[in-house]
């Protein structure tokens, strides 16, 4: 989970708030001040407005650029409610970006493995291993010695 893009949806449900009219002191006082008898995607926002009345103003930008569409703000923001409540979770899904599936998932997450083979093997997937290839690239020159003792494999640099 995304803190930065569950705050956003917390706050574009302050603007969910404000559209609606909702009867609350803070959300009337918005209203009555800034908004007054324009639309909530229309006005400008002040210069000298508070930190968190500029945010949650601001946000209905953020909306529209994360949605790439141009669809009015209303719509978007009528689509995430959940009968008359508003619906965080819905918002924070279509904020998320859509990344695709990893066909390597179940390897590591697999329950009884050790981190560290978590880490060799998601390291490895992504080919950021400092093997002794990548390590030649970058001028560093290695032998190996490789023993075999007691079934055991002991690596020694020369």
């Not at 000298?48 to 141009?70: F, G, M």
């Not at 599936?101 to 992504?126: G, N």
């Amino acid at each position: 989970m995304n803190l930065c893009t569950w705050n956003s949806a917390a706050i574009l449900k302050l603007l969910w708030d404000i559209d609606r009219k909702k009867d609350c002191i803070w959300v009337q006082w918005v209203r009555n001040y800034y908004v007054k008898q324009g639309d909530i995607s229309q006005i400008w926002i002040p210069k000298n407005a508070s930190w968190v009345v500029r945010k949650v103003l601001e946000s209905r930008d953020q909306l529209v650029i994360r949605k790439h569409s141009h669809e009015i703000i209303k719509q978007q923001l009528n689509r995430v409610q959940h009968g008359e409540k508003f619906s965080t979770h819905k918002i924070y899904i279509c904020l998320v970006p859509l990344h695709p599936k990893v066909t390597w998932k179940h390897l590591t997450m697999y329950p009884r493995i050790h981190p560290r083979h978590i880490f060799i093997l998601w390291s490895a997937i992504q080919k950021r291993l400092a093997t002794t290839e990548r390590l030649q690239k970058f001028g560093i020159s290695i032998t190996l010695i490789v023993l075999f003792v007691a079934s055991t494999w002991r690596l020694f640099h020369i």
